[in-house]
């Protein structure tokens, strides 16, 4: 790791405990570090599973400015492969995506075994607890958090139909439940 991304790691574990484990994605561009996934199990809850990405924040995209995000999910599921999963979303579109609030991604296939869920929306945390989604300052950025949400593909229309806040409230949604009913199937989006 480099200092940077020593510092950050860190950061996380004043916030969030040691992490289980650490995995690396070798970027496409010679000129850019690893992405790392940090796998935190039973955070903030036993049953939960939450991940948090470093290397989003290296590419440096002009529209990021001073404050770059790196990526957060939090799943309810002991499935690993959610937390690789985010790792492998900032390392394709890093270097030409700004990873704005509200940006949706289609992954291409089921995310994890346990779930048939194949798309994610980037959006602001769930939970503002007072310091966990606080920034990270670094010597040369701040690092900010986005919330990755899991979803299943026709949901990507329906969130274009309703907006986010209302898709989030809907009755059947549940923002950690990997296995939840597709709500495209109970709401038309057309």
């Known amino acids: ?87 492998y979303l900032a390392e394709w579109h890093r270097e030409q995506h700004p990873f704005a609030p509200g940006s949706l991604f289609h992954y291409g296939k089921p995310i994890a075994s346990d779930s048939p869920m194949d798309s994610f929306l980037i959006f602001e945390p769930a939970t503002r607890g007072k310091d966990t989604f606080a920034p990270v300052q670094l010597p040369d950025r701040q690092i900010s958090f986005l919330m990755v949400y899991p979803l299943y593909h026709g949901e990507v229309s329906l969130i274009r139909k309703v907006g986010i806040r209302k898709f989030m409230d809907l009755p059947q949604y549940d923002f950690f439940d990997v296995n939840r009913p597709d709500l495209s199937s109970l709401y038309r989006a057309g």
């Open 1 to 87: 790791m480099n200092e940077n991304a020593t510092l950050f790691a860190e950061a996380l574990t004043g916030r969030f405990g040691d992490y289980a484990s650490v995995a690396g994605i070798e970027s496409a561009n010679e000129n850019m570090g690893l992405v790392l996934s940090f796998c935190f199990p039973r955070f903030p809850e036993p049953e939960l599973l939450t991940g948090i990405t470093y290397g989003l924040s290296e590419a440096g995209h002009v529209s990021r400015g001073e404050k770059r995000p790196e990526l957060v999910i939090t799943v309810r599921s002991a499935d690993e492969s959610w937390v690789h999963a985010i790792g």
